[in-house]
């Protein structure tokens, strides 16, 4: 089994990476701005971790990249699409370009590698497509119309992904993650941040092993596709 993972230098896709190369998996992961830590896993660990620098924003470099795995490949392939940007404002004074950037990466961005990976997934009659999305388009969240709009959009478009390709082996599910204390909840001030877990059934940020767990259940079943996973401590 290979695991695809976008953003996997840094946050969740971090976490991910690490946790499925230490149990003996290999990763192909993406970064952008964030280049790879030296020695931060030992070497034996890190031979089955490949990192390239891909942005994808870029048709071209996310189907380049994707095929430069699977060209002399024929295993199974898992793709965790983690690669995610916020950006906060209220629309009115929100920057068009800044806005649609966010769906260039949360959207598009997720596009572009599943538009490249399917051609494979379907020629092997096997897949596992796992995006992430988020809480916030479900409970509407002050000044984050850019970032509910990509993160509502991955749930159509892993529905829509579902019904094309449920014939091949192939399945794509969505991860609606709450609060979490890793990755771009340090973006978010301090205030805000306790006045949100206020608002947590469960009173805390979750745990990012949580995420793991998710991942590796929907990469073992064969039954569940074009569904979403909430995870989120009953926050609704
Ligand atoms: N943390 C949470 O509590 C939480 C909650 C709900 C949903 N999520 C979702 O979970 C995912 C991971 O979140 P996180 O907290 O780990 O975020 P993060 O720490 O901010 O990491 C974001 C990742 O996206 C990558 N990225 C950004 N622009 C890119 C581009 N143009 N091309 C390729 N990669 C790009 C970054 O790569 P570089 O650093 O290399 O640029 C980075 O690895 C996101 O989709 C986020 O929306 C997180």
């Excluded at 971090?14 to 190369?21: F, G, R, S």
């Excluded at 089955?48 to 199974?76: C, K």
């Excluded at 806005?99 to 949360?106: A, E, P, S």
């Excluded at 949100?196 to 469960?202: A, E």
Aim: aromatic share 8%; glycine share 8%.
């Amino acid at each position: 089994m290979l695991y695809l993972i976008t953003g996997a230098t840094r946050g969740i896709g971090k976490l991910l990476a690490d946790n499925l190369v230490s149990s003996g998996n290999t990763v192909f992961g993406t970064y952008f701005s964030t280049a790879p830590e030296q020695n931060s896993l030992n070497h034996e660990v890190k031979s089955q971790l490949f990192l390239s620098r891909v942005d994808i924003r870029n048709p071209e470099q996310a189907t380049q990249w994707v095929e430069s795995i699977t060209r002399d490949s024929a295993d199974n392939i898992v793709v965790i699409n983690c690669a995610g940007v916020n950006y906060n404002a209220a629309i009115q004074n929100s920057d068009p370009i800044l806005w649609h950037d966010v769906l260039d990466v949360n959207l598009f961005g997720v596009y572009n590698v599943i538009r490249a990976v399917i051609p494979y997934m379907r020629n092997i009659g096997f897949g596992r497509i796992i995006n992430l999305s988020s809480v916030v388009p479900r409970i509407g969240v002050y000044g984050t119309s850019a970032y509910a709009a990509s993160k509502a959009g991955l749930w159509g478009l892993a529905k829509a992904v579902a019904v094309e390709n449920a014939k091949y082996g192939i399945t794509i599910n969505t991860i609606n993650l709450g609060y979490f204390d890793i990755g771009m909840i340090a973006e978010v001030p301090k205030d805000y941040l306790s006045d949100i877990v206020k608002k947590i059934p469960q009173g805390s940020l979750g745990d990012p092993m949580d995420i793991l767990k998710a991942v590796q259940y929907l990469v073992s079943a064969t039954y569940i596709t074009g569904a979403e996973i909430n995870i989120n401590g009953g926050l609704v």
